[in-house]
């Protein structure tokens, strides 16, 4: 196993540095170069966390993009999911050349660019399972793998010096929902043949045995349809098509009527259903404002939420504020995902109000409703004795699961005909690979840059922000005193300003925040008021929007909510 250990330059050689995704959850991104030939996988994003207020999204830092003297040839997606091409609208502006992906992987982007005024002037290119482009000297094969979302890929990049193989997200479904299943034959083809470079999904290198089939949670959620007498809500992931499916034909089964709620578990149904992935039974499919119309004891409702998300449907389904769904005594709600680290809290304060509606909340603590969409550990080592690399590089996951992987392979290759290297590396971390030798050659500008507002703003870090904010627009703290006992407000909110200039009606502006703060928690439920998050968010929008469009300013705005 080795570590950040520089180690000889040579050339020509293969260059392959990850730009994100080693040492987070998210953000996955991995630059492979030969000569002047550049190839980008993936273009993903991580959410914020909570102590980054206004930031939006978090993606890679570009800097190695710019300083190159040339764009990059291509852009291979593998997948679908957000933290792999969620930031494709910022990247392209370093690619002059083709998007390759699965037709699906593309729609999901396209849609993405659209919102960003890029998809008319991006050729975007659909591509297969065994299919193969040629990007300079490269050849980039395309292998089918199961995960979470259909139409995910691995890849086989093949260049003067060897061959490179980058496993995407993957787990060895052995009896997937759609039929197409993991090409293992392929993957032992190539490694028969000799695999230079593995860079291998370590996300869940610490589950042992093996992640289970798509159809592990038809069995509880049959059990679930046949027990709940009122409304069935099902929480999942936007991209979670399969679990879709599945929910589809329970429902004709059961005698239920589907609805879809929120913007995104709308968007991505329809693309499913519009490229085949998802076929939902006909006079099953109703709109989710068509729900009030149906007896509760007839509806599923599948929704966006599953992470606590303040303003998400499921969030405003527990707080009785959506438009068209609610719950009460008799209804059931599931989660089906897994709770990403950090959102525990947030997604407790949701289940608490789901609570206090009389609904029986379902996690995959209690019954078997989700599957992970990465391999566990046996599907770990399968994953090494197929491919057999002269070097492997864990890649996706925080450091303890990328050096666990590596004693693994360490273990598994020692003694083997295929003797292998594992290297753990980070972002930033220069890879060079002359055919002779290989290791970690150098440092390449690395980091996170965030994201606020729906364009492409960007700024370099939490520490930057907070300095340009505060330089150029002040700083605004309204403090709002509530009763912790009553949800009440008390006393009238204060307005602390620092470093805002608003002259000459500064009087009147501040008079129309404090009005504008009242009008929100007046509008705020006495229930919602306990929620500190969701009352700061609400402050937080709307004082942002206030003094936008009076005084052309961006405040930093920290909202305080005191319990008293």
């Known amino acids: 196993m080795t570590l950040a250990v520089p180690c000889e330059t040579r050339t020509p050689a293969l260059e392959i540095v990850p730009l994100g995704g080693l040492g987070e959850f998210g953000m996955n991104m991995m630059a492979v170069s030969w000569g002047d030939t550049l190839i980008l996988i993936d273009a993903g994003v991580m959410f914020p966390d909570p102590e980054l207020p206004g930031v939006d999204l978090v993606i890679p830092d570009l800097a190695y993009l710019e300083q190159r003297p040339v764009k990059a040839a291509a852009l291979v997606l593998t997948h679908g999911h957000e933290d792999h091409m969620g930031a494709i609208a910022h990247v392209m502006r370093y690619v002059d050349g083709p998007v390759y992906g699965s037709p699906l992987t593309l729609a999901l982007a396209r849609s993405k660019l659209e919102r960003h005024g890029l998809g008319a002037d991006i050729r975007l290119v659909p ?16 292998l089918r793998v199961t995960h979470s979302i259909p139409d995910a890929l691995a890849l086989a990049i093949k260049t003067p010096v060897g061959t490179v193989v980058h496993t995407g997200d993957f787990k060895i479904d052995q009896t997937p929902l759609d039929g197409q299943h993991f090409d293992i034959h392929r993957f032992a ?99 989710e404002a068509d729900v009030r119309g149906y007896p509760a004891r007839q509806v599923l409702c599948v929704t966006t939420g599953s992470q606590g998300e303040p303003m998400a449907a499921l969030s405003r389904i527990a707080l009785a504020t959506h438009r068209h769904v609610g719950v009460e005594h008799g209804d059931r709600v599931v989660f089906s995902a897994r709770a990403i680290p950090g959102n525990e809290r947030a997604i407790d304060r949701v289940v608490n109000h789901l609570a206090r509606r009389g609904a029986d909340v379902v996690t995959d603590a209690s019954r078997h409703v989700h599957v992970s969409g990465h391999g566990s550990e046996e599907e770990l080592k399968l994953m090494l004795s197929l491919v057999r690399p002269r070097y492997f590089v864990p890649i996706h996951g925080e450091f303890r699961q990328r050096s666990r992987y590596a004693r693994l392979a360490d273990r598994l290759s020692s003694g083997a005909s295929w003797p292998s290297t594992a290297i753990i590396a980070e972002n930033g971390d220069l890879l060079r690979f002359d055919g002779t030798t290989g290791g970690i050659a150098g440092r390449v ?112 705005i920290l909202p305080v909510i005191m319990e008293i």
């Open 127 to 142: 591509v297969g399972p065994r299919s193969r482009v040629s990007v300079g000297e490269v050849e980039i094969e395309f």
């Open 189 to 287: 083809e190539l490694g028969a043949q000799g695999v230079l470079v593995l860079l291998g999904d370590s996300t869940n290198i610490e589950r042992p045995g093996f992640s289970g089939s798509e159809y592990d949670v038809v069995a509880a959620f049959e059990e679930l349809f046949a027990s709940t007498r009122g409304k069935l809500v099902v929480t999942a992931f936007a991209t979670s098509i399969y679990r879709m499916q599945i929910l589809a034909n329970l429902a004709e089964e059961f005698g239920r009527k589907l609805a879809f709620v929120g913007r995104g578990m709308i968007e991505h149904a329809q693309v499913a259903q519009d490229l085949g992935h998802l076929q939902v039974p006909p006079g099953v499919l109703i709109r």
């Open 445 to 556: 500008p690395t980091g996170r840059v965030l994201i606020d507002g729906p364009g492409l703003g960007e700024v370099a870090d939490e520490v930057l922000r907070d300095r340009r904010h505060l330089a150029e627009d002040g700083l605004i703290v309204p403090v709002i005193a509530i009763n912790k006992q009553t949800g009440l407000v008390e006393g009238r909110p204060d307005i602390i300003t620092r470093g805002l200039v608003l002259e000459p009606n500064a009087d009147e502006l501040m008079a129309e925040a404090a009005r504008i703060i009242s009008e929100v928690l007046a509008e705020t439920s006495v229930e919602e008021r306990t929620d500190r998050g969701l009352v700061s968010e609400k402050i937080r929008v709307e004082l942002r929007r206030c003094f936008k469009k009076r005084a052309g300013r961006r405040p930093l």
